[in-house]
C-alpha cells in the first residue's frame, strides 16, 4: 500500500479535524473526514481505513466531562469495530480531546470495563486552560508512532489533561506494562515540575499507548507543528526542517508502506 487512508473522526465541538487532516496529507495520507453520526449509521466503513483518527476540540462541548459522550459512543456502539480494526493491525491516533475519548472508550486499555478503568484525566492542577509548549521525553520506543523519536516539543491545549491513575498499583502496572508512551519533561530533560508538566499529571504522564504499540493517545498537539514556522522561537531556528511533529504522521504513513 503506497497510500493508506485516513479516518478523520469528528463530532459536534471537534475543531482540529481540518489542520489534523492536513498534517496526515502532508505525510502522504489520503484523509477523509466524517462525522460520528455516520459511522454509527454505518459501522462497517471503518474497515475502509487503515488508520482512525480522533483528533482534537471540545467534543460536545464537553459535558459531562472531556470525551466521556463521544467515549461512551466508541464503547457502546463501536466497540466490536474498534477491536476488529485493531486485530487487523491498523491505527489508532487520539489527540487532546481524541485521548480522552480513547480513555473513556477502553480502547487504550484493551478493552478494559468502564467500572475498572485503570486512570483517567482530570482538570488540571491550575484550574484553568493551560496553552503552551512543552517539552516531551519519549518512554515507548517500539509505539508506531514514536519510532525513532527521543523527544519532542509540542504545544498543549487543555482544561482536562491530568492524568490521574486509579490508584498507586493501577500506576505501576501501566508502567510496568509499557502503556506510558510520552511524559512531560523539564528544560533539562528531568521530571518536570509546573509549568513543563501543565496540568500536574501523575508521573508526568503526557501520553498513552495500548499493549501492540499501535494505538496512541496523547494530549499535546502534533498536528499544531508541522511546520518550523508554527514554532512561536522560528525565527532563531532552522526553518528549513519540518516540525516536531509531522514525524508522527510519517510513521503512521511509513508503517503501511
Known sequence: ??????????????????????????????????????????????????????????????????????????????????????????????ICNGFQALIQAGVLFDGADAADQPA??????????????????????????????????????HAEGKFVARDQAALADLQ?????????????????DYPDNPNGSQADVAGLADASGRVLGLMPHPERFIDATQHPQWTRRDASRPGEGLKLFENAVRYFR
Not at 488540571?124 to 518512554?139: A, C, K, M, P, Q
Not at 506494562?177 to 512531560?184: D, F, P, T
Request: glycine share 10%; with cysteine; hydrophobic share 45%.
Open 120 to 157: 483517567t484525566l482530570a482538570w488540571n492542577d491550575s484550574g484553568h486552560f493551560e496553552d503552551r509548549w512543552v517539552r516531551l521525553g519519549v518512554v515507548r520506543r517500539d509505539c508506531v508512532f514514536l519510532a525513532e523519536i527521543e523527544s519532542l516539543e509540542l504545544p498543549v491545549a
Open 1 to 94: 500500500m503506497t497510500q493508506p487512508r485516513v479516518l478523520i473522526l469528528r463530532a459536534p465541538g471537534t475543531n482540529c479535524d481540518v489542520e489534523t487532516a492536513f498534517a496526515f496529507e502532508q505525510a502522504g495520507a489520503a484523509t477523509e473526514t466524517l462525522h460520528v453520526n455516520r459511522l454509527l449509521e454505518r459501522p462497517s466503513l471503518l474497515a475502509d481505513f487503515q488508520i482512525a483518527c480522533l483528533p482534537g476540540g471540545f467534543s460536545y462541548g464537553d459535558d459531562v466531562a472531556a470525551g466521556r459522550i463521544l467515549g461512551n459512543q466508541l464503547r457502546n456502539h463501536l466497540a466490536d469495530q474498534l477491536a476488529q480494526f485493531k486485530d487487523a493491525g491498523k491505527l489508532i491516533l487520539g
Open 176 to 192: 510496568s506494562r509499557g502503556h506510558v508512551a510520552l511524559c512531560y519533561q523539564s528544560a533539562t530533560g528531568g521530571p518536570a
